[in-house]
């Protein structure tokens, strides 16, 4: 089964507006995390909420965890040019740490 | 700040031929991890590796893979017999802890072309 389906999958905005993006899950979770890629390069982990968790912030950073609806969103405020990315959100189920599910990712594209 | 290391960068290799994308994970981390990206798709898993020995693996991860820790320093994947399908991102990351407070550090990733 298919974990961790972020929409939409392509998001532009001008600088300085918010950026919202959702992801969706369809097994139980252990906790969420969000991951970001620039082109070409490697993941950078970002945050990480737990299932207990219905909100966290880390910067401009907020991500909410609704596991009742089995989804979580990533807020970027104020963004900046430098915020274009590729986001993702990656589940782990079982907390054991022996994988990450990611998702099929948000191309952000913010425009100075 | 400690880092993963992946080498090569970049790597083109005939079909059918064997491959060896190396990795150097951060020090002090215990778990260990291979994931491939094709590109403009998702992440996907293919092992994980914790005590010497593989802990989980995918259903991509068949026979012609094989995961290695030669020195205790390094982390390597091995690809057998190369198939054009296989052209794709190649990430290590590596983890502290087997506990869920545990991010994945990534390295750059081995671009994999198959000819």
């Known amino acids: 089964s298919q974990q961790g389906e972020e929409d939409p999958q392509a998001l532009s905005i001008q600088e300085g507006e918010n950026a919202t993006m959702n992801c969706s899950y369809k097994?139980?979770?252990?906790?969420l995390q969000w991951y970001r890629q620039n082109s070409g390069r490697g993941l950078v982990h970002l945050i990480l909420?737990?299932?207990?968790?219905r909100e966290k912030h880390s910067g401009r950073l907020r991500v909410t965890l609704d596991t009742s609806k089995k989804s979580s969103s990533l807020l970027i405020t104020a963004s900046r040019a430098a915020d274009t990315a590729s986001y993702f959100c990656?589940?782990?189920?079982?907390?054991?740490?022996?994988?990450?599910?990611f998702g099929s990712g948000t191309q952000l594209t913010v425009l100075p | 700040e400690p880092e993963v290391t992946q080498t090569p960068s970049h790597q083109v290799t005939q079909m059918g031929q064997e491959v060896i994308l190396r990795c150097v994970p951060i020090?002090?981390?215990?778990?260990f991890y291979w994931y491939r990206q094709i590109l403009g798709q998702k992440v996907e898993f293919l092992v994980s590796?914790?005590?010497?020995?593989?802990?989980?693996k995918s259903e991509i991860f068949d026979d012609q893979f094989s995961v290695e820790r030669p020195d205790g320093s390094n982390f390597t994947l091995k690809i057998r017999s190369t198939k054009l399908e296989d052209s794709a991102m190649y990430f290590c990351?590596?983890?502290?802890?087997?506990?869920?407070?545990?991010?994945?550090?990534f390295g750059e990733g081995s671009r994999l072309t198959v000819l």
């Open positions: 990351a590596s983890r502290l802890t087997g506990a869920s407070s545990g991010e994945l550090f």
């Open positions: 097994t139980s979770i252990n906790n």
């Open positions: 909420i737990r299932s207990n968790e």
């Open positions: 990656a589940t782990d189920p079982s907390g054991s740490a022996r994988q990450l599910t």
């Open positions: 020090s002090n981390h215990l778990y």
């Open positions: 590796f914790y005590n010497n020995e593989i802990s989980e």
